[in-house]
C-alpha cells in the first residue's frame, strides 16, 4: 500500500531506478541506498515527499541476480541488449556503475528514453562521447550528473571553504595519491582490467577535485587548464611490454588569470600490497601564496587493531567517513557517509525537478540543477579532457613512444599530443575543451 504524506498519494511521486552494473561500486554505495530507501519518505529540495524504487538492473553477467531478486524481487537483465530491456519497464532514472570504458552507449540509451542519468566517475572517457551526451541532455531536457563522491568528504568540504573563503589565496602546486591494493585489480577487476589504467579509474577524483574546488573559486574561462602529461609503469597486472598499467604518475597543469601557472601530481596505482594497514593510501597536499594544506586521508585519527582480524580482515586505519555501517544511539545499524550521500542527493534533485512545482516551472528548475556544477555533465569538461589526454599518452607509450605531452586549447586545436623525439602533431579533438 503506498504511504501517504498530506493529500500526496506516495506512488504519485516514486522514482524508478534502473542500475547498470553490480560490482564493487554497487555493493557498496548504491545497494545500501537500495536498501535504507525501502519504505522510506524522502523529502525533496523544497520538502515534497517522494521515493526511491529500485525496479530493474542490467548486468554484463547473471553472476549477481540471485542477491537482486533475493533482497528486492526485481527483474535482472544480462546480455547485449539488458540495458533496452531495462529501459522498457519505464524507468525514471538510470544509475550507471559498469566499468570505466562502458559508460557511453548506456548513458546515451537512458537519457534517449527522457531517463534521468547518474554516472559513476569518469562520465565517459573522450570528448567525442561527452559531446554527445551533453547534446542528448540537452534534448531529452532531463538531468545528466556525475558520480564525484570524494568532494562530499568533509576534508575536501573544508578545504574548498577556506578557498571560497579567500583565506587559503592562490594555490602554486599539488599533490595527491591514491594506492589501492593488488587484490582489487588482480580480483575485483579481473574480467576488465586489461588495456587499463588506475588514473582513468581513481586519479579522476582529484581530477575533479582540483578543477571544481580552485576553479569555482574564480572565474570559470579565467582559471584555465593548460597540459596534461604522464609517465606510468606496467608489468605487474599485465606483462611488461603490454596495455595494462600498473600504476601513473600525471602531471596536470593550470593557468591563473593573472597568468601564473598552477601545477598538480597526482600519483594512483592498483598494486599496493594486500596487507596495507588501510584499504588504500590516499594523501593530498597543496602549497598557496599564504599556507599549506596537507592531509593524510588514511590516518583519519583512528587506529584498531584486533588479534587475527587486523590488518586482513578488518583494516588498522578506518575512514568512517566514506561510507561504514554504524549503530545511531537510538536505533539499528544504518550505512552512513559520503559515499552514500552524494547518490542520495542526486535523487533529491531529481525530486525537485519533476516535482517541487508546476510543470511549466520545471525548464527554470532543471535548469537551476544543472547550474550546480559539482555533478552536472556539463562541468566535466576539463575531467574528460584529462582523462582523454592520459588515455592518449599511454597508448603511445605503449607502443614504445614515452614522454607525452597534452596542450590544451593551442592554436592547432583543444587537445594536441606531442611526444618525445618526434615533431609531428597528433589532434585528439578538435574544440576548445
Known amino acids: 500500500m503506498a504511504e501517504t504524506f498530506g493529500e500526496v498519494t506516495m506512488k504519485n511521486n516514486t522514482i524508478r531506478v534502473g542500475m547498470v552494473g553490480l560490482g564493487m561500486i554497487f555493493q557498496e554505495t548504491y545497494l545500501p541506498v537500495f536498501e535504507q530507501s525501502r519504505g522510506r519518505v524522502r523529502l525533496s ?11 530493474g538492473v542490467a548486468s554484463r553477467t547473471e553472476k549477481s541476480h540471485s542477491m537482486v531478486r533475493e533482497k528486492f524481487g526485481i527483474p535482472c537483465y544480462s546480455g547485449p541488449d539488458a540495458v533496452n530491456q531495462l529501459l522498457s519497464q519505464g524507468i525514471d532514472a538510470l544509475c550507471i556503475a559498469s566499468p570505466d570504458g562502458t559508460h557511453h552507449l548506456p548513458a546515451l540509451q537512458g537519457l534517449r528514453h527522457n531517463c534521468h542519468i547518474l554516472i559513476e566517475k569518469p562520465s565517459v572517457l573522450n570528448m567525442q562521447d561527452l559531446d554527445l551526451l551533453e547534446a542528448q541532455a540537452n534534448t531529452s531536457e532531463t538531468l545528466a550528473r556525475v558520480v ?6 568533509p576534508d575536501h568540504k573544508r578545504l574548498r571553504t ?3 573563503e579567500n583565506v587559503l589565496r592562490h594555490v602554486n602546486s599539488g599533490y595527491c595519491t591514491l594506492l589501492e591494493p593488488k587484490s582489487i585489480s588482480q580480483g575485483t577487476f579481473a574480467a576488465w582490467i586489461n588495456g587499463r589504467n588506475p588514473a582513468t579509474y581513481v586519479a579522476v577524483h582529484y581530477f575533479k577535485l582540483i578543477d571544481f574546488t580552485f576553479g569555482t573559486s574564480q572565474a570559470r574561462d579565467s582559471w584555465k587548464l593548460r597540459r596534461i602529461g604522464c609517465s606510468a609503469q606496467r608489468g605487474i597486472v599485465g606483462p611488461a611490454q603490454g596495455s595494462t598499467w600498473d600504476s601513473v604518475q600525471n602531471h596536470i597543469t593550470y593557468e591563473h588569470p593573472d597568468g601564473r601557472e598552477a601545477s598538480f601530481d597526482i600519483h594512483t596505482s592498483w598494486v599496493n ?29 583512528v587506529e584498531l587493531v584486533v588479534e587475527g582480524l587486523t590488518p586482513h580482515d578488518l583494516k588498522t586505519n578506518i575512514n568512517n567517513h566514506y561510507n561504514a555501517s554504524l549503530l545511531d544511539p537510538w536505533g539499528p545499524k544504518v550505512s552512513k ?12 534533485e531529481v525530486a525537485h525537478v519533476e516535482w517541487d512545482g508546476d510543470k511549466s516551472d520545471r525548464p527554470a528548475r532543471l535548469k537551476t540543477v544543472r547550474s550546480m556544477k559539482y555533478a552536472d555533465l556539463s562541468a566535466d569538461r576539463n575531467v574528460v579532457a584529462m582523462v582523454q589526454a592520459t588515455e592518449a599518452i599511454l597508448e603511445m607509450a605503449a607502443q614504445g613512444k614515452p614522454g607525452g605531452v597534452v596542450e590544451v586549447n593551442g592554436e592547432h586545436g583543444g587537445l594536441v599530443l606531442t611526444y618525445s623525439g618526434a615533431s609531428d602533431r597528433i589532434v585528439l579533438y578538435e574544440k576548445p575543451i
Request: negative net charge; glycine residues 10%.
Open 45 to 55: 529540495l523544497k520538502d515534497k515527499p517522494y521515493e526511491i524504487q529500485l525496479t
Open 148 to 153: 564525484y563522491h570524494k568532494l562530499g568528504d
Open 162 to 164: 577556506l578557498v571560497s
Open 273 to 301: 600490497p594486500d596487507n596495507f594497514p588501510g584499504y588504500v593510501d590516499q594523501e593530498v597536499q597543496f602549497r598557496f601564496d599564504n599556507g599549506i594544506w596537507n592531509a593524510s586521508q588514511r590516518k583519519r585519527g
Open 337 to 348: 557517509g559520503y559515499g552514500l550521500e552524494v547518490l542520495e542527493r542526486f535523487f533529491t
